[in-house]
């Protein structure tokens, strides 16, 4: 089936579910293969037939990839660092990447995020949108952070998520943060888990690191004090926020609160904004009206300014 589709000259977008295995690719294909693809959605029961996939499929024109899979792999943090190799070698004009893995069912979760699975991606320097949501527990330092966004300057979206099973020793504070946001100028929504319970000392930038695109920041289960100096150092960096996606049941979820109704915008709580709801507002409004099956072609936008002005949830 990928085969014949592999053949047709003007298949723009592809939606796939695949098996866990699909096996060797074909031995021959007459012409070029997907010789006009742009957006790729997958959806693989495991990341082993991702990689099968990306070995033997010409992706050289694909902008946009889409990937929900789950880790049912026997080294699944390997495979997922595979996978991202792939994906670099491939796909030489990525934009925007999106990859969502949930928990294995083979008893083994894996207990480490590897830099390596994420600064592969240093190479797609146009990059305006990644995502990764895994299993495995980021483990960013700030240093690690800002070594990797340097290469990223038309970033608009940054989401790094964990699964809620997890609780990550957070080794990125607002230092790292203000990393992004220098580094990233066009950036509008990310999410991090990082430790905001003090001010960092000044960085060594020659400029007052101002950003003034972001609306939107997901903060997860980061911890944070309830301080009149950490409220004044958000309300620099990023002083047009409208959101602050917070983790349900977050145990700092009061303090985030207390957060927004002394920022200078009094950014709204929401406590729903799972990966899957983010990308249908990130994506709703453009070709494919936000379903990753339909694909996300064209220019990302929020879907209405309803979705964030909601009134407040109390944790």
């Not at 911890?223 to 004044?232: G, I, K, Q, T, W």
Request: glycine share 6%.
């Amino acid at each position: 089936m990928l085969s014949g589709l592999a053949e047709m000259k003007g298949l723009r977008r592809l939606s796939v579910s695949l098996p866990r295995i699909i096996g060797p690719g074909p031995e021959c294909l007459s012409g070029e293969i997907f010789p006009q693809l742009r957006t790729l959605n997958v959806f693989a029961r495991s990341v082993a037939s991702c990689t099968d996939l990306f070995r033997w499929t010409s992706l050289d024109k694909v902008t946009e990839i889409y990937i929900d899979c789950s880790l049912r792999d026997r080294d699944p943090v390997q495979t997922l660092v595979e996978m991202s190799s792939l994906i670099l070698s491939q796909c030489k004009r990525l934009e925007f990447l999106w990859v969502l893995s949930d928990h294995s069912d083979n008893g083994e979760t894996p207990t480490a995020w590897p830099r390596p699975m994420l600064e592969v991606y240093q190479a797609f320097r146009q990059l305006r949108v990644i995502a990764l949501q895994t299993c495995v527990s980021p483990t960013l330092a700030d240093n690690d952070l800002e070594d990797m966004v340097k290469a990223w300057p038309h970033l608009e979206v940054f989401h790094l998520f964990y699964e809620e099973i997890l609780c990550p020793a957070v080794r990125l504070t607002l230092r790292g943060v203000t990393a992004l946001l220098y580094h990233c100028p066009k950036l509008k929504h990310f999410t991090l888990t990082f430790d905001a319970t003090h001010v960092p000392a000044p960085l060594s930038y020659n400029t007052l690191v101002r950003n003034t695109a972001v609306r939107y920041m997901g903060v997860c289960a980061s911890p944070v004090s309830e301080s009149r100096n950490v409220v004044a150092y958000l309300s620099t960096i990023r002083p047009y926020s409208r959101v602050i996606g917070v983790e349900v049941g977050a145990t700092y979820g009061s303090a985030w609160l207390w957060i927004c109704t002394q920022h200078q915008h009094k950014p709204a709580i929401r406590v729903d904004m799972s990966p899957a709801k983010l990308y249908h507002l990130l994506t709703a409004g453009t070709e494919g009206g936000g379903d990753p099956v339909e694909g996300c072609s064209g220019e990302w936008c929020w879907r209405s300014p309803r979705d964030w002005y909601e009134v407040r949830k109390v944790m």
